[in-house]
């Protein structure tokens, strides 16, 4: 028996992401975000970059923060898939709270990497950098289990004009990059109450993101899902000043409506 390494982060990772619902399954399936890893303040691991630069894709090694317990049991995201042991999966509820991620590196600072196509929160610790090789890490021809036999239907995402101007809005306003949501959440599954805020609306349907809304129509045939509109999920009497602010954005959503009439 032996005693396992206590880790120590070598740096946090900086992105507007924070909560797990925005995080993509997979880095490589991420939409086209970006994001920072900011080393803590350390001459050595400062002097571990050197040559990193040349290298387009990086591996990430952290712990996954958020998860408090694990399950030897889970449910893939694959509508036709049953419950598979966690080590036959990428679920993040496991006995260790290690994940791998494989993402863009788009540029290097003296003490920090800038990233893009991640899979990473806000304040995630990292335990280890390391660089993607090609010819190493490659093996497109490797089986892959119970995936192999799972066929999944990939829906692209088009947004109405209007509907663009107010995910703008939010992100600049709010903060919230509803954006990288709705590409994480719609691009499978897009009708799949069970397991996302989704609700029928109308001819389309509803999704929800904290206390914002959003419409959209799917259209079946030409795998889409056409985004139409941002609205709040307050009602009229919950935005009257002086309510109870219980998530301390109600001044934000006051000035949405102003702005959009939603």
């Not at 619902?21 to 050197?50: K, T």
């Not at 304040?123 to 021809?141: C, M, S």
């Not at 107010?166 to 954006?179: F, S």
Request: net charge negative.
């Amino acid at each position: 028996m032996f005693l396992l390494h206590d880790f120590t982060p070598i740096g946090y990772v900086e992105c507007s992401q924070r909560y797990r619902y925005e995080a993509a399954r997979q880095a490589s399936i991420a939409p086209d975000n970006e994001g920072w890893i900011q080393l803590v303040d350390d001459e050595n691991l400062r002097l571990g970059l050197r040559g990193i630069d040349g290298f387009e894709r990086v591996w990430i090694v952290y712990e996954l923060h958020l998860n408090e317990r694990w399950h030897p049991l889970v449910q893939p995201p694959r509508a036709d898939a049953d419950r598979l042991g966690v080590f036959a999966t990428r679920s993040p509820h496991r006995p260790n709270r290690i994940g791998l991620s494989c993402v863009r590196l788009l540029g290097v600072e003296a003490d920090r990497l800038h990233v893009g196509q991640h899979d990473l929160l806000d304040g995630t610790p990292v335990l280890d950098i390391k660089p993607y090789v090609p010819y190493a890490d490659a093996f497109p021809e490797a089986r892959a289990g119970w995936i192999d036999a799972c066929e999944e239907a990939v829906y692209a995402l088009t947004v109405d004009p209007r509907a663009q101007q107010q995910i703008d809005w939010v992100r600049d306003q709010a903060g919230w990059d509803l954006k990288n949501f709705l590409q994480v959440q719609l691009r499978t599954d897009p009708t799949h109450a069970e397991r996302k805020r989704i609700v029928s609306h109308g001819d389309g349907y509803r999704i929800a993101f904290r206390t914002w809304r959003i419409e959209y129509a799917v259209d079946e045939t030409a795998r889409r899902v056409e985004v139409q509109r941002v609205y709040t999920g307050y009602k009229a009497e919950e935005l009257v000043e002086g309510c109870e602010d219980r998530y301390g954005d109600k001044d934000a959503h006051r000035a949405f409506v102003e702005e959009y009439g939603d």
